[in-house]
């Protein structure tokens, strides 16, 4: 079973930027799509952005839409979410998930795989 632990977050002023990886163990990354997802304080957990096995097609939420690009190193066994033009909105915690797909992507309740979390605090 692959074991995913996030890294990364932190506190950036609004317009900065931020990367964060999601490092996998316990078996190959690759055969599995990564997303990203993200819950702020009294929400509900959102989905950001997706990354088939791949990476050949990718998927965003339109609130990051030409901000965020998610993509992924198999052959460090790493996932990432770059994070630019970063708004106070985008305050949360953000968590890495997988599941084993080689076809399309999960729908954001498929995935069975996650991450804990890492925080992320945008500042204005």
């Known amino acids: 079973q692959v074991q995913l632990v996030e890294s990364g977050g932190g506190l950036v002023q609004a317009g900065g930027s931020l990367r964060l990886s999601c490092a996998a163990s316990g078996r190959t990354l690759s055969p599995y799509a990564m997303g990203w997802f993200r819950q702020a304080p009294g929400k509900e957990r959102e989905f950001v952005a997706a990354?088939?096995?791949?990476?050949?097609?990718?998927d965003y939420a339109d609130s990051v839409k030409g901000r965020f690009t998610i993509s992924r190193d198999d052959a460090k066994n790493t996932g990432y979410l770059q994070m630019d033009s970063l708004k106070p909105g985008d305050t949360a915690v953000y968590y890495c998930a997988a599941r084993r797909k080689v076809v399309g992507l999960p729908g954001p309740d498929e995935y069975d795989i996650w991450g804990q979390g890492t925080q992320v605090n945008v500042s204005s």
């Open positions: 990354i088939t096995w791949s990476g050949a097609r990718t």
